[in-house]
């Protein structure tokens, strides 16, 4: 019933920054939080950040706290990663997922199907 867009990945070299953007649909995105998680070739899906429904309380991976903010626009039903200092190692596919709860949780219930972030060193 819900449906997440992300949009914003490319093709980006080392040091350098993108804004990914997820769109969901329906009226009810600001009862959630939300999530962004990546996953690499050969390699499990990892958590990236989150973002409380009202925004309010944001949580960050270590490999990514002081590079990456998350944020949101609950009038757009959009939530944004903004990417700064990418790294090769930051190369995914990113995506977004709604969590099962206002408040950040390990449980998402619902996903985008990813946008690809590829950083070139």
């Known amino acids: 019933q819900v449906q997440l867009v992300e949009s914003g990945g490319g093709l980006v070299q080392a040091g350098g920054s993108l804004r990914l953007s997820c769109t969901a649909s329906?009226?009810?995105?600001?009862?959630?939080?939300m999530g962004w998680f990546r996953q690499a070739p050969g390699k499990e899906r990892e958590f990236v950040t989150a973002?409380?429904?009202?925004?309010?309380?944001?949580t960050y991976a270590d490999s990514v706290k002081g590079r990456f903010t998350i944020t949101r626009n609950n009038a757009k039903n959009t939530v944004y990663l903004q990417m700064n200092s990418l790294r090769p190692e930051d190369t995914a596919r990113y995506y977004c997922?709604?969590?099962?709860?206002?408040?950040?949780?390990?449980?998402?219930?619902?996903w985008g199907q990813g946008t690809q972030v590829t950083v070139s060193s």
């Open positions: 329906g009226r009810t995105f600001s009862s959630y939080a």
């Open positions: 997922a709604r969590g099962r709860y206002d408040f950040v949780t390990k449980d998402y219930d619902y």
């Open positions: 973002i409380s429904s009202s925004g309010f309380t944001t």
